[in-house]
């Protein structure tokens, strides 16, 4: 009797068991499912949203650009919350440096500064070599330029001179400011202008010049002996002498890290200034998918005669754009790959959100906290490399405009009929890669450092302003 009873409730116990068991687990693992699922969602939610904005700007830019002609205040307001973004970018530009540059050095010693710095080095010039190579091989293999082109775009704009011992000099000067206040917002250069000189006082007597005194004012004429002379000097312009700061800020990084103890209680706020910077850089990012919406629409549609230009441009545009994604998508992973190990595609997908804002922005500097944040929360690369390694690279390793500015000097000596020898294709290479290491400290750098090279190899400066319609998209 107790034995039938004990087998009757056997069953019940064992069913209830597995019914609380069925309970305990199914419920936390769907409760698991959906936790991971928002994570990845949340996780990747602002590269999504940064994706459909460089969509959405291409797209509206494209279709207003089918509309009447819009009046130019549209324009203004279409690309204002596009401003507002590069403007806060570049506003955590100088915070980022100092605090990245200080707390990174800081916390390596001198010796493994130096070997970081020497591999970076190499690596900077090696890839920069690499591009403007790159660039003369495809200009003279796809050769877009053509002699009747040149007769389609006009005269261009005359440039004033500019010499390279001049560039160069002051790429030292700005790597050594005088004063580092105002490092922060103005930069050096050399200018040339042009004065009159008048002769001296004892050949006065046979210019042929008269005085004339009429109703209490002097009209001078000029003497004939007057001549127009050249003169150089040093000014300061307008634009923040990133190289400097770099450069002061570098040996601050490493005299603080010498000293140990003593110096905690700076690299402790210096730590925190580079947190507080990146807090500041997570908040702009949730705007940025917007900022580069409306970056990308205003510029489309400010861009005139944009199929006349693609027409008359198009291979030479090509040509860049076949050269940087070569570069970009062949030779940088490749690099990668035969130095890490690792499989270059993962690494490139954890910085897919800094290649969406340099594509919107157009610019290397801006999108340094973008680069951080990926490098060191997707990637988790020590932040004492990055803090020392992104600030330098963002300043001097222009791969790309090595590859643009060698581009475009082929492409105007084709255009000129011009049959450049060898000697003279290896210095466009050479000077394409100083001058693209120089870009940041010299105003107006594109402008300047494509007039270094086409000055170096002899070729009209004025093409120049012929290429300035698809600067903007290069």
């Given at each position: ?5 004990g087998?009757?409730n ?23 499912l ?21 969509i ?20 203004m307001?279409?690309a ?13 530009i ?10 990174g ?10 070997r ?18 790159l660039?003369v091989?495809l ?16 005269p ?15 790429l ?6 005088e004063n ?18 008048a ?25 004939e ?7 150089k ?17 570098i040996?601050?990084?490493i ?22 910077v ?41 040509t ?8 970009g ?5 490749l ?26 922005t157009?610019?290397s500097?801006?999108t340094l906290?973008v ?11 020590d ?9 330098v ?11 643009y ?6 492409f ?17 290479s050479?000077t394409a890669?100083?001058a ?6 010299i ?9 270094l ?19 903007w998209?290069?």
């Amino acid at each position: 009797m107790a034995s039938t009873e004990g087998a009757n409730n056997m069953p019940k116990q064992v069913e209830v068991r597995m019914h609380d068991s069925h309970l305990g687990s199914e419920e936390p693992k769907h409760r698991h499912l959906g936790l991971r699922l928002c994570d990845k969602l949340g996780k990747n939610l602002l590269l999504t949203l940064t994706v459909f904005g460089v969509i959405l700007g291409a797209v509206c830019g494209g279709l207003l650009r089918l509309a009447s002609p819009i009046h130019p205040d549209v324009v203004m307001l279409i690309a204002f919350p596009g401003d507002i973004l590069m403007r806060m970018l570049k506003m955590l530009i100088l915070p980022l440096i100092i605090s990245s540059l200080i707390t990174g050095l800081s916390g390596l010693d001198a010796k493994a500064s130096g070997r970081l710095g020497t591999r970076a080095m190499v690596y900077y010039m090696s890839t920069t070599i690499i591009a403007a190579v790159l660039g003369v091989i495809l200009v003279l293999a796809i050769h877009p330029g053509n002699p009747k082109l040149k007769k389609q775009l006009g005269p261009g704009k005359k440039n004033d001179e500019v010499s390279s011992l001049d560039a160069f000099l002051d790429l030292i000067r700005n790597l050594f400011p005088e004063n580092l206040v105002q490092a922060c917002f103005q930069q050096i250069q050399t200018v040339t202008k042009k004065v009159l000189v008048a002769p001296p006082p004892d050949e006065e007597a046979n210019a042929t010049s008269a005085v004339v005194s009429l109703l209490n004012e002097t009209v001078t004429e000029v003497p004939e002996e007057t001549k127009m002379v050249i003169k150089k000097g040093l000014e300061f312009k307008d634009g923040m002498n990133v190289l400097g700061l770099i450069g002061f800020f570098i040996a601050f990084g490493i005299a603080m890290g010498k000293m140990g103890d003593q110096a905690k209680l700076m690299v402790d706020f210096f730590n925190i200034l580079n947190e507080i910077v990146m807090k500041l850089v997570i908040m702009i990012m949730w705007y940025s998918p917007l900022g580069i919406a409306c970056l990308i629409c205003g510029k489309i549609i400010a861009i005139k005669d944009l199929e006349v230009v693609a027409r008359q441009l198009g291979m030479y545009m090509v040509t860049v754009i076949i050269g940087l994604i070569i570069h970009g998508g062949i030779f940088l992973p490749l690099i990668y790959f035969v130095v890490t190990r690792k499989n270059p595609f993962s690494f490139f997908a954890g910085i897919f959100q800094a290649w969406i804002t340099a594509l919107g922005t157009a610019s290397s500097a801006g999108t340094l906290p973008v680069t951080f944040r990926c490098l060191e929360e997707n990637l988790g690369i020590d932040k004492r490399v990055t803090r020392f390694v992104l600030p330098v690279g963002a300043t001097i390793n222009m791969d790309g405009t090595a590859l643009y500015e060698a581009v475009a000097a082929i492409f105007i000596a084709q255009m000129n009929g011009v049959v450049l020898d060898g000697g003279q294709i290896v210095t466009v290479s050479l000077t394409a890669t100083l001058a693209s290491v120089g870009a940041a400290s010299i105003p107006s750098a594109g402008l300047v450092t494509m007039l270094l090279i086409l000055t170096a190899v002899g070729l009209p400066t004025e093409d120049i302003s012929l290429l300035v319609a698809v600067d903007w998209l290069l």
